[in-house]
């Protein structure tokens, strides 16, 4: 299962980032579904469901792409939609994430967080690498075939998922006048500002 403090984060900037997608464009909601099809987020049930999924290997069905909050826009990124992917590896809980983005058209890039894999193993330590193939192979995303997919496996010097969260809501969004405001807006909209204090610590002890 995903973590308390990552599934409250998670859940309202789900929350802002389908109500932001709701108001996009039909012709780029239209591009969007053509590389992703149906598994993009439309409402927030969806996102619930896909929140609250352990993924067996089966049930892929049951996960969609959540649409990530435009604030700021992102140049030369006309859409961006986050996957966390729940699973038991080894008996224990884990949680990796899939990054799609739309560039232009229906030419898309795409990321995979993954927590360590078990030692001894390449890729024992967290990291984020390219990925060609999205939803444990079933959607195959249109970025450069020639692309490489499995290296370089970059380091993130975490395997736990709120800091990859973090890390990849900073990324996309910026950090001071990004991330922060981001969480400070939803937990304000929840009526809830004071809760955002924690998420804004971790983020202060990450990048400093």
Same mark, same amino acid.
């Given at each position: ?6 599934? /409250?984060?998670? &859940?309202? #900037? ?6 932001? &997608? ?19 987020? /439309?409402? /927030? ?22 649409? $990530? ?9 006309? =859409?961006?939609? *986050?996957?966390? @992917? ?5 008996? !224990? ?7 799609? *983005? ?29 990925? =060609?193939?999205?939803? =444990? ?6 970025? *450069?075939? &020639? $692309?490489?997919?499995? #290296? ?22 910026? #950090? ?10 939803? #937990? ?11 998420? @804004?610590?971790?983020?202060? !002890?990450?990048?400093?």
């Amino acid at each position: 299962m995903i973590p308390p403090l990552l599934q /409250d984060i998670m &859940w309202l #900037y789900a929350q802002r980032g389908i109500a932001d &997608w709701q108001n996009a464009p039909s012709a780029l909601r239209r591009r969007a579904e053509k590389c992703l099809g149906s598994e993009i987020a /439309d409402n /927030d049930t969806e996102a619930a469901v896909t929140l609250g999924t352990i993924h067996n290997g089966l049930n892929a069905d049951r996960l969609r792409f959540i649409p $990530m909050p435009q604030h700021p826009k992102h140049p030369g990124i006309e =859409r961006s939609f *986050l996957l966390p @992917v729940s699973e038991v590896r080894d008996g !224990k809980p884990t949680v990796a994430f899939e990054l799609f *983005l739309l560039v232009a058209g229906t030419n898309c890039l795409a990321y995979r967080f993954e927590p360590a894999h078990a030692a001894p193993s390449s890729h024992d330590y967290g990291h984020v690498q390219n990925s =060609r193939t999205l939803l =444990r192979k079933t959607i195959l995303a249109s970025t *450069l075939s &020639w $692309m490489p997919d499995r #290296y370089p496996a970059n380091p993130l010097c975490t395997s736990d998922p709120l800091r990859m969260f973090l890390s990849i809501a900073t990324a996309m969004h910026g #950090y001071t006048n990004g991330v922060l405001r981001v969480i400070q807006d939803v #937990y304000t909209a929840a009526s809830r500002p004071r809760d955002a204090a924690v998420y @804004v610590q971790e983020l202060k !002890k990450m990048l400093s």
